[in-house]
Structures are given as C-alpha cells and as structure tokens.
C-alpha cells in the first residue's frame, strides 16, 4: 500500500522540514487524474492517504528507523451474525457497481454500530464541485487496477474531520501502482499489530506531520490475502491541505479500528 497511510501518524516537535500541505495535494491530483483517467468525476472525492509517502495509493514511505513491532490484542467486536458477507466483484462494471454499493452500505452500518452520535457530513474535494447530500460517504472506484475507495467528512464529539476509505489490491497493478501491505517494521511510530475476532491481520498507526495534523490509519488484510482494506480518520476537513478542524480526529482509534473490523469481516475476499 503506497500512497496510503494518511491516517497514522509528542511534546514540542523540532520544527519539520516536511511540507505536509504539498504531500496531500500532490496525493490528491495524482488520485484525481486516476479516477479521470478511469472515467470517474474529477469532482468526486480522493482518497487522502499518504502523508510522509504512505498513505491510500503509493509513494514509499520515509523511515526514522524502525522499532521493533508492538504486538496488540484486539479490542474489536465480533460482527453480527446477522450481517450479510459479499465478494470484491472486480471483473465487470456491474460488479464493481455492486462491490461499491455494499461496502458504502457496509462501512455506514459500521459508523453507526461503533460509533453512536456519529453523522455522515459533506466534505468538499474541489472547490466548485457539486454538493453531495449529508448522511453517506461517497465512494467511487478505479480501474487498472481496480480500487474502491470513498471519502466523506464525519462530524461526531465536537467535532469535525475527514474520512478515508480504500480497498485495493496487494499486488502491483499493470502500470506499476502498488499497495504494500505495511507492518510496525515499515512505520515511525505509534504503531501496533493484532488480529480481527475472525483472524484477519490488523495494523494500527498515528501519524502526526507537522504536530499540527493527526491521522489515525487501520490497515486490515483481507481473506485470501489479495486485498487490503485502509480506513483513515483525519483532523482536518476540506479540499487540498484543508485546515485543522479540531486537535484530533472526531472518531476514536478504537472505533475506527472497530469499524474497519465490521467491513473487513463482512467482505468474502
């Protein structure tokens, strides 16, 4: 996964070097020339994902130096027995239409589920673009390779901030886009490994460019091992660089993993 750990990331930092507002709009117009290139809307919106180089969709990421890897024990549910487990249905429109429409439903059950009080906002992409109803996440797929991704500001606690969704393959696609699967090995910090109630690999981060920004990335191998499932909670909200909204992101890292378990576990491989 190289473009996509947007959301992970003490005390006073050093001043950084880095120029984190250049990161988000150099991933966000590569992700906007993707979706155009695959027919999609260059008003929809992208998957902010890789800030320091890791984020949603490529780039390699910079290194401290990595620490030894932290084993965690999950703190997700199990999910309902109730809940309905579909396929990734890359191979025709119409099943990447459908794949689309059930991880949409999937991931807003799971906001509602984990994280009571909640509520799906508008979050502008490209200034000008069209407004999207409040109350879902608005999701689009790629193609070559085929990704699904979704983004959608949340508002919940006091507070505001984005929301990032993408299921892509592990393996390079035929123009050489690739989504690593990353372990505590490949990240700064903040980070920590377990597994779902079902068994599936789960990685944890917090990044925190700049000390100003704070991304909370789940990152959740899915059956069969061929795909990847990255949620991010964000703290700021908007386009490109979008200010800081509040000092953290409105979902919790417990919920956002929990949340990224439910759509793991409902989704076939």
Not at 200 to 209: A, F, N, S
Not at 216 to 223: A, C, E, S, T
Request: charged content about 20%; glycine content about 12%; proline content about 8%.
């Amino acid at each position: 996964m190289n473009q996509q750990i947007f959301d992970q990331l003490i005390g006073a930092p050093p001043p950084s070097t880095v120029d984190v507002g250049a990161i988000i709009v150099r991933q966000r117009r590569r992700q906007r020339w993707r979706r155009l290139a695959a027919g999609g809307s260059a008003a929809a919106g992208v998957a902010v994902a890789v800030i320091l180089g890791t984020g949603l969709a490529g780039g390699q990421r910079q290194q401290n130096g990595p620490p030894p890897a932290t084993a965690s024990p999950s703190v997700t549910a199990a999910p309902s027995p109730s809940a309905t487990v579909f396929p990734l249905e890359t191979g025709t429109p119409a099943g990447r239409e459908r794949t689309k429409d059930r991880l949409q439903a999937a991931v807003e059950s799971a906001l509602t589920e984990h994280a009571p009080g909640a509520k799906w906002i508008y979050m502008v992409d490209v200034p000008g673009e069209k407004r999207t109803p409040d109350g879902h996440i608005t999701m689009w797929t790629t193609e070559n390779p085929v990704y699904f991704e979704g983004r959608s500001g949340i508002t919940a606690r006091g507070r505001k901030g984005g929301f990032y969704l993408s299921v892509r393959p592990v393996a390079c696609g035929v123009e050489g886009s690739c989504s690593p699967v990353f372990t505590c090995e490949d990240i700064a910090s903040g980070c920590t490994e377990g597994r779902t109630p079902e068994g599936l690999e789960v990685v944890r981060w917090v990044e925190k460019p700049s000390g100003k920004y704070v991304f909370y990335h789940v990152q959740i191998l899915l059956r069969g091992g061929t795909h990847m499932l990255t949620l991010q909670a964000v703290n700021y909200f908007g386009g490109d660089a979008g200010p800081i909204s509040a000092a953290a992101p409105p979902l919790t890292r417990t919920q956002l993993e929990r949340m990224a378990a439910g759509v793991a576990e409902r989704i076939a491989g």
